[in-house]
């Protein structure tokens, strides 16, 4: 008889460690944190509480402090750690991840300096592994609190996808299958930007007809962006394009939205970000999403506004009359 599957999930923030409870609801599971006292509360309490408060994690779900520990278990590989820390984290492991093994990114953003997306980090740095993500409309808490949402796991091989799927799969969480590997991951990057955008609208107390603008105007510079780079803009009128959209852009709970309300209220970005005290991956990826518009020639108004107030170079109020100016053009076409 064929023994249960491993996964390993690294990075027990709010994302990953949620992640790693709904995988061991169906297999044996183990969380790395990089925190000796978060894996001591997890295996002892079955709680993550700086992350997650009270909720009660699974009983099968172990973790470790012991990163070498957690890559040479893995038959599935999951990296939660914020884009910024794929590189760092997976150095420490390149030679200890058995052949073949799957790896999938749950992350949001974009390397810094490189401009690379997490899976192209991560193939860079575990070559020969095939590589995905599961991403869509997943408030980390709402899940954790076992209310009803679905993700897509995005594969290049779909046989990959397909074996991956009942992995994290319940009668709640559902997970499609996508081969657009770049569509699906460029949706849930540049909507963290938008979502800056959405609560800074929220913050200045704009009307809903504004915020609709935001998020339609904003889902059509995600799609321009995504198809100048390669990617199916059909990919964007599902869960990883316009369900995360919405979700992150109306969501209380969004650390983005939430970033883009702190600085409605003055904060400086930094101010903000402290305050949150947890990643907000569209602060640091506006910056590199603009570089890349410039790169593909592509208009990204509302993309351009973000980067500029998360520069200081612009005051919140400042960014939506700047976007008053832009020039309407074809819907279809223009910004
Ligand atoms: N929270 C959500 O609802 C959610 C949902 C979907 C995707 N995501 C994405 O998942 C990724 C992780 O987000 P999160 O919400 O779990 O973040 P978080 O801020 O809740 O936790 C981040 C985790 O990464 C660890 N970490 C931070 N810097 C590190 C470093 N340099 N080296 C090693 N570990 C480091 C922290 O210790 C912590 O365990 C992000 O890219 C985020 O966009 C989050
Ligand atoms: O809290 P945020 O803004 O990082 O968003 C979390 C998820 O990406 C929503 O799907």
């Known amino acids: 008889m064929s023994r249960p599957v491993q996964v390993v999930v690294l990075g027990a923030g709010s994302w990953g460690t949620t992640v790693a409870g709904l995988a061991a609801h169906n297999t044996p599971t183990l969380l790395w944190s990089r925190s000796s006292a978060a894996a001591e509360e997890i295996n002892t309490e079955r709680r993550n509480s700086r992350y997650l408060g009270d909720r009660e994690l699974p009983a099968g779900l172990r973790a470790t402090d012991d990163i070498i520990e957690a890559a040479r278990a893995a038959d599935v590989l999951v990296v939660g750690v914020p884009s910024h820390a794929i590189r760092s984290t997976l150095s420490e492991i390149s030679n200890e991840v058995r052949a073949w093994v799957p790896v999938l990114s749950l992350a949001k953003g974009l390397e810094p300096g490189t401009r690379q997306r997490p899976t192209e980090v ?100 995600m799609t321009r962006l995504g198809e100048a780079m390669g990617a199916d803009p059909r990919t964007f009128a599902g869960l990883t394009g316009v369900g995360d959209l919405i979700a992150t852009c109306m969501s209380p709970a969004s650390r983005n939205r939430r970033v883009g309300e702190a600085l409605a209220r003055g904060l400086t970005v930094e101010q903000a970000v402290a305050e949150l005290g947890q990643v907000a991956e569209g602060v640091k990826t506006a910056p590199t999403v603009m570089e890349l518009a410039r790169d593909f020639d592509v208009e990204m108004p509302i993309a351009a506004e973000v980067e500029a107030v998360v520069a200081g170079r612009r005051t919140p109020a400042d960014a939506y009359r700047g976007l008053r100016k832009v020039a309407p053009g074809d819907e279809h076409d223009m910004a």
Do not use: W
Request: some cysteine.
């Open 122 to 221: 991560i193939a860079e740095c575990l070559p020969g592994h095939p590589v995905g993500l599961l991403a869509g409309p997943n408030i980390a808490r709402e899940i954790a609190d076992g209310m009803a949402a679905a993700a897509v796991v995005a594969t290049q091989d779909d046989r990959v996808a397909s074996a991956l799927q009942p992995l994290f799969a319940s009668s709640v969480f559902r997970v499609y299958r996508n081969t657009d590997v770049l569509g699906c991951e460029l949706g849930g990057v540049l909507k963290n930007i938008v979502a800056i955008a959405s609560g800074m609208a929220d913050g200045l107390g704009v009307g809903d007809n504004t915020r609709a603008m935001v998020l339609a105007r904003g889902l059509a510079e």
